[in-house]
């Protein structure tokens, strides 16, 4: 498909960029690049940040699809795939409830439990006693985390009980909390484009984890692709990722987050059905590796909401 189509096939776009959620930022560091991108590749591509009045102004704007590089609140989690679905406007990505699961770290996890797939032992946590709770439960160091956010926002990784109150205290800021077991090993991101996962990439960071700095920031964190794996254990990931990013429902492209134990068993972290696009980005490494460029990368994922049975085609 994607080599005859033309440009004009999408006809008019809005990439949408920034919004309100504690992800504005890394949303319009992505928005841009995705713009930009596009616009390379001749594309009628229009940022348009999505504040209070963006279906206002996407109804006003004669688009006819929308590039969704929204990271966050209500434009990961299934808010601003609904309003779309009302306009009509076809989208990337996942749909409402692909999302609004994605973006819901306690829910993703309770439904991969139920599909037999593997994720670290968590507790929710309505208070500090709770968090404390937790420590003796699951043993230190422990991940303490908000449910509904990305970007490591709010994120702890706990070595002592005294800090659990602390933890809980900074992560309740940004809603519910989880407390998750933490697995000692190698952390893996796997990319997925359509059908297709791409190859894996081994996160290393001299940080206590892989936080917001090492994510964004940092010039220390190191991005290893090809990883490392054997070719099977390489597929086994490859495997899994597919398996949890189709049991959550997501759709067109995003990304799985795994951790491999001492013993070689993979553990799901959480899936990103809008990962980020910057220049510090892990879908777009994942691309480059199969010899696809940024440009490439972000046409073929907006190829795939042509055929998304969803806006448009009801």
Not at 274 to 294: I, K, Y
């Amino acid at each position: 498909m994607n080599q005859t189509m033309k440009a004009a096939d999408f006809g008019r776009v809005a990439v949408l960029l920034g919004g309100t959620s504690a992800e504005r930022e890394v949303s319009l560091k992505s928005g841009r690049a995705v713009l930009e991108a596009l616009l390379s590749k001749g594309v009628d591509a229009h940022a348009v940040d999505a504040c209070v009045h963006v279906v206002e102004h996407l109804k006003a704007g004669g688009y006819d699809r929308a590039f969704i590089a929204l990271h966050g609140r209500g434009g990961e989690d299934g808010v601003i795939q609904g309003a779309l679905e009302l306009i009509g406007l076809p989208y990337t990505g996942s749909g409402v409830l692909a999302s609004a699961l994605g973006m819901d770290k306690l829910r993703t996890k309770q439904l991969w439990l139920g599909a037999g797939l593997p994720t670290p032992a968590f507790r929710v946590l309505h208070s500090a006693d709770d968090a404390v709770s937790a420590g003796r439960e699951l043993a230190l160091p422990l991940m303490v985390k908000p449910a509904l956010e990305g970007s490591s926002i709010g994120m702890s990784k706990v070595h002592r009980a005294e800090d659990l109150p602390a933890a809980f205290a900074q992560a309740s800021g940004f809603g519910p909390v989880l407390a998750e077991q933490f697995i000692h090993g190698e952390e893996y991101t796997v990319a997925i484009l359509g059908e297709q996962a791409l190859p894996p990439i081994r996160l290393e960071t001299p940080h206590d984890f892989y936080d917001f700095d090492a994510k964004y920031l940092a010039n220390d964190t190191r991005y290893l692709c090809p990883c490392g794996l054997s070719p099977e254990d390489e597929a086994t990931l490859q495997r899994l990722a597919l398996d949890a990013f189709r049991a959550v429902g997501a759709e067109g492209w995003g990304r799985v987050d795994v951790m491999r134990d001492a013993d070689g068993q993979f553990w799901l972290l959480e899936i990103n059905t809008v990962p980020g696009m910057t220049d510090h980005s892990l879908v777009p490494m994942a691309a480059r590796a199969t010899g696809m460029d940024f440009a490439e990368l972000v046409w073929r994922i907006l190829s795939l909401s042509l055929s998304a049975a969803r806006a448009g085609d009801v």
